[in-house]
Structure formats: C-alpha cells, structure tokens
C-alpha cells in the first residue's frame, strides 16, 4: 500500500468527508490517494490560507477533525494564518503537508535551503500547534497519524501539523507492520475537583446578585443538554462570551447579554455588580475584563473552571485575584455539578434579576433613532437580519466592527449557531470557514457576514462558492474603510484616518459588480426602510447570493469602553468587605497543587 494512500484511508476512517487541499508538487501524491480513496474527497480552495480556514470550519460545525493539505514552502507558510485561529480558538484540525524528498532535505548544512521550496514547516509551527512532526521513518506514519489525532481532541483540543516528504508518501508499507500510539491517561483527580464544587455550592447559597459566564470551552465539551440543564438548576443570570452569544435564545428570562469592552452596557453593569460570579471555559481575556484587571467585578467572588492550568495560573501574574480557581474540563465540572444539584440551594435574588431587567431596558443597544435614519445603519440591519432568519442557522462572521455590531444587537433565536475565530479574529476568515460549514452541513443555507476589508483578504474564494454552488448568503457591510481602525485613531490618534480609508491609502472594489463577474445573484441596500424586504429576498432564493450593504462611514460601535479604563457602571454595589461579612466567611484563597 502506498503510503500517501494510507493517509487518506485513515482520514476517511476518522470520519473526515472533505480535506481542504491546494495541489503543489510536493502533495499531488496525498490529492491522488484522496481522490482514490472512497468515503473521502478533496475541494480546492484558491488560497491556502482559505482551505485552513475551510477546514477551521468544517471542523467546528462537524465537532470533529478538520483537515487541509498544502504543499511545501509557500503552500505550507500560506496556511498559518487559519492555523493560529484554530490553535488560539482550540478547534482540532489536521493539517498535512507536504516537503521535498528526504535527499533534498538541508538537514545540519547550514545552509537556508537544499530542495526546491523546502521551508521548516514544522519548526515554524510548532508555537502554534499542539503537535508537529515531520516523518521520515514511513513506517511510523500509523504512530504519528495516531498521535496527532488523540492530541488534537484531548485535553485543551488543538490543530496538529504532519510534514511528509515527498519520497515517503510514494513508499510502499505495509499497513499491519505499522507501529500504533497508545496514549498515557492524564486525569484531573476527582476528590479534588468535588471537594472545589462544593466549595462553589457553598458560595452559591450565600449569593445575592450572582451571575453565570459561559466560554467557548462549554461549546467543546459537546454537552449542550448539560449546559442548559445547568442554567435551569442555578436559575442565575448568564452573561456569554461572544463565543457562545448564542447559548440561549435572546428572550430567555436569564440571558442578559454579551459583557466586555466591546458588549452591551446592561451585561457590564450585571458583571460589575456581581457578588459571585462563576466563569465556565472562559479565558477571561482583556476584552472580557477590561483594565486594569483588578477593576473586573470588583465586589465578586471569583470562581474560574478552565482545563488549560496554565490559563489558570497567569492571573495572579497579571494581578486579576480568583478567589476559587478549578483546573477541570468543562464537562466534567457540570457533569458532577449536576450530579450535586440537589444540595444546590439559593437566596431568592428576585430584586437581583429585577434590577437587570431594568437595565436592558434603559439602555437598549439600538434605539428607535436608529430606525429614523433614512440610511442604513449597521445596528438596524442586524436588528433585522435577527428578525429574518430562522431557528437553528449557522451565521459566520468577520472581524472588525461588523463583528462587534452583531455580537452586541443579534437577537439569538432557539439553536441558533454564531461562529468566528474569536481569538485569533483574522480578516477574510468568515467566507472561508463558511465555505467548510457548507460542505459539512450539506443542503443547510449558511450566512456569512463579512465587511469590505475583510472580504478583500479571501475574495477569491467567491469562486469556491460559485465552483460548488455553495447555498452561502454573503451579506457584506460596507463602508469603504476599516471603521474599527478608525475608531481607535479617533481616541488616540485625533481622526487621523491612516491606512484605514480610501483617503487614506486604501483601495476597494465596486464589490457587486465583482460578486456578479464570479457569477452571483446580487442585491444592494441603503435605507433602512428597504432592509426588511432585501433580506428577506436573499434569504428565500436558492444556491449563493450576495448583498451589499451600504452604510456611512461615521458609523462606530457604541458602547466600547477605551483601553485603560474599566467596564465601568454607575450603580451602586455592595464593597467586597461587606460581602464577606454577609457571608461570614473569609476570601479562598486555593492553592493549584
């Protein structure tokens, strides 16, 4: 058996359906095996950074490994940029590539390069992926392929990086002569992590004003059943992070909304007045805490559940104090704290869940002068855009203020699904990864939101939708500038629009007539009054279309809180002090070891 061949019959038995792969000379052996190989195929992307982000994707919405292939030198260092936001977001993708023959290889020389387009692509992934090798033995090609897949879903999942010469993909094996990879079991003690959930019961039972945030770690623990069972037994107020936004439908009586520098006023105040506050697969980053650090609920009890120790740890290096700090996979947190919810007790925290209410009432993100403007304004088309689309959608968004607008005003209906690479937050990675979803979800409309700089970054791929006529309803907000940049220079750089408008340096497309050239059905809006009937015309049209959403420049996220200072609120709140006193206890003070 030809090992090229033995690699995509394994992806095929891993349950992978699709491998995001651009040909090069050093991976026409990997494409052919793919192509010969039943239950499995290959879809060309037009840029290799688009086919990791595809597969980046297709691995999110499928809950499984993602895979792309690349060849060697640019092909492999075309893909980091959809590497990193799989590696920073946690997401499990197998990325293969291929190298120059083993002959050709610089080896200790010195010297920069032996083989035509040979790059060390594993030495320059390794910072950003869980694991990467390169394999010269093709008798170990079982071993590592092993590997790679139990690193990549256990633990703090991750994307893994496979780097196969050219010479050994063609090498004839022997499949039942190949050594396997039998992992070490690595379990956090359970004694430990019960005796820190009663801990967190306890605390619990003394809240007055406690609050819930979810992160992107429940989304891979795969237990949405579980997660919501959670929320009904602690029956407290849940603030998302933008990654699971869409945890609960917008009008459940205990979501409140996205918090941050970038989230809803009502979600800041419920945070920062908090007295407990219980953090779920959440990093906690800066856009979540604001800054400085020790600013972020101010009067709470901090409790952290995270299964990455060293997340954990860097809090105290950056001076933000958690009280109770759970080194703990998300899943089984809840799946025992369930198992205790019936020692799970409350003060009534009515007043508490009346006084939030009153919040998101007094400060609503889009106000009805919004819906006054004669022109389009981004917060009424995402207003609208939440109206119009249906329970269990998948929406895939860019960066920059397009994803703000939709994080702080999407009104989230049952089951359904937002996605970004939140960490990495990379321009052009929304049609892409739409693009994998796609393939993943077959026959089911996906929904790309993206803006005009953002799009440039991967527009080619509008001819991947075309190719596969590809059901992707692209709506595109388009100000003719990058007005995220835009808004940081007006509060640091006196509006000085460098490098972020045409004025500025910048340069755009007529964006429709360049959807239409790759063969879209287009539509364009400039008044809010049309946005109803546009959308919904997008919407009910079979196979791609595309929609171009005109907006002024001016437009800006409102709120977002300026760096250095805190996610600031003007109610009044119980100090730490008296909290504890009302508690009768003294802060934790919990030890990782």
């Not at 329970?391 to 920059?400: A, L, P, R, W």
């Not at 750089?493 to 429709?512: H, I, M, N, Q, R």
Request: hydrophobic letters at 40%.
């Amino acid at each position: 058996m030809k090992l090229s061949d033995y690699v995509a019959s394994f992806l095929a038995k891993e349950g992978i359906k699709h491998v995001f792969a651009i040909s090069g000379g050093a991976s026409l052996h990997l494409i052919h095996s793919l192509e010969n190989t039943k239950g499995i195929d290959f879809i060309c992307p037009q840029h290799e950074q688009a086919g990791a982000m595809a597969a980046d994707g297709y691995a999110r919405v499928t809950h499984n490994l993602g895979a792309a292939v690349a060849t060697s030198g640019p092909g492999a260092t075309n893909m980091i940029t959809g590497i990193c936001s799989a590696y920073y977001d946690s997401v499990p993708v197998m990325y293969i590539t291929g190298q120059v023959s083993t002959f050709r290889l610089k080896g200790d020389t010195g010297v920069r390069q032996v083989g035509f387009q040979e790059t060390d692509i594993v030495d320059v992934c390794k910072p950003i992926t869980k694991y990467a090798v390169q394999v010269k033995d093709p008798k170990k090609i079982r071993y590592e392929l092993e590997k790679a897949c139990y690193l990549a879903r256990s633990g703090r999942p991750g994307p893994v990086l496979i780097d196969i010469p050219d010479n050994r993909q063609r090498e004839e094996i022997n499949p039942q002569k190949l050594k396997s990879f039998l992992p070490q079991s690595q379990k956090i003690s359970k004694v430990r992590l019960n005796q820190q959930i009663n801990k967190c019961i306890k605390l619990l039972a003394k809240a007055k004003r406690p609050v819930l945030i979810l992160g992107w770690g429940v989304r891979l623990a795969g237990i949405d059943k579980e997660v919501q069972k959670l929320i009904e037994v602690l029956n407290i107020p849940v603030v998302p992070t933008w990654a699971v936004a869409d945890v609960l439908p917008f009008d459940h009586p205990l979501m409140v909304g996205t918090f941050g520098t970038h989230g809803t006023r009502y979600a800041n105040f419920a945070v920062q007045n908090a007295d407990i506050v219980l953090a779920i697969g959440t990093r906690l980053d800066t856009k979540a805490t604001g800054s400085p650090l020790d600013t972020f609920a101010r009067g709470a009890v901090k409790i952290v559940v995270d299964v990455d120790a060293a997340e954990l740890a860097k809090f105290k290096k950056f001076g933000l104090k958690i009280d109770l700090l759970v080194h703990s996979d998300a899943k089984d947190f809840i799946l025992s704290f369930l198992h205790r919810s019936q020692s799970v007790k409350q003060n009534k925290i009515d007043d508490w869940k009346s006084i939030v209410r009153k919040w998101k009432e007094k400060y609503p993100i889009c106000p009805r002068e919004y819906y006054a403007s004669e022109q389009v304004n981004p917060y009424v088309f995402v207003k609208q855009l939440s109206k119009s689309l249906k329970e269990k959608q998948s929406i895939f968004v860019d960066t920059g203020c397009t994803l703000a607008w939709m994080m702080q005003a999407f009104d989230f209906k049952q089951d359904q699904r937002i996605f970004h690479d939140w960490n990495n937050t990379a321009m052009g990675w929304a049609l892409p990864a739409a693009i994998g979803a796609s393939f993943a979800l077959p026959g089911q409309d996906i929904v790309c939101v993206t803006g005009d700089g953002s799009l440039q970054m991967n527009i080619q791929e509008l001819a991947t939708v075309i190719r596969h006529n590809l059901p992707i309803k692209i709506f595109l907000i388009n100000n003719h500038g990058y007005s995220m940049i835009q808004q940081t220079q007006d509060q640091w750089l006196d509006s000085k629009y460098l490098a972020s408008t045409v004025e500025g340096g910048l340069a755009f497309p007529d964006f429709l007539k360049v959807a239409a050239a790759y063969g879209f059905k287009t539509f364009n809006v400039d008044k809010n009054a049309d946005l109803p009937k546009v959308i919904n015309d997008v919407l009910q049209l079979p196979g791609p279309v595309f929609c171009n959403i005109e907006i002024g420049s001016e437009h800006r996220v409102i709120p977002q809180v300026k760096f250095g200072r805190p996610n600031e609120d003007p109610e009044p709140f119980l100090e730490r002090k008296e909290f504890f006193e009302n508690m009768f206890i003294k802060p934790l003070s919990v030890s990782m070891h």
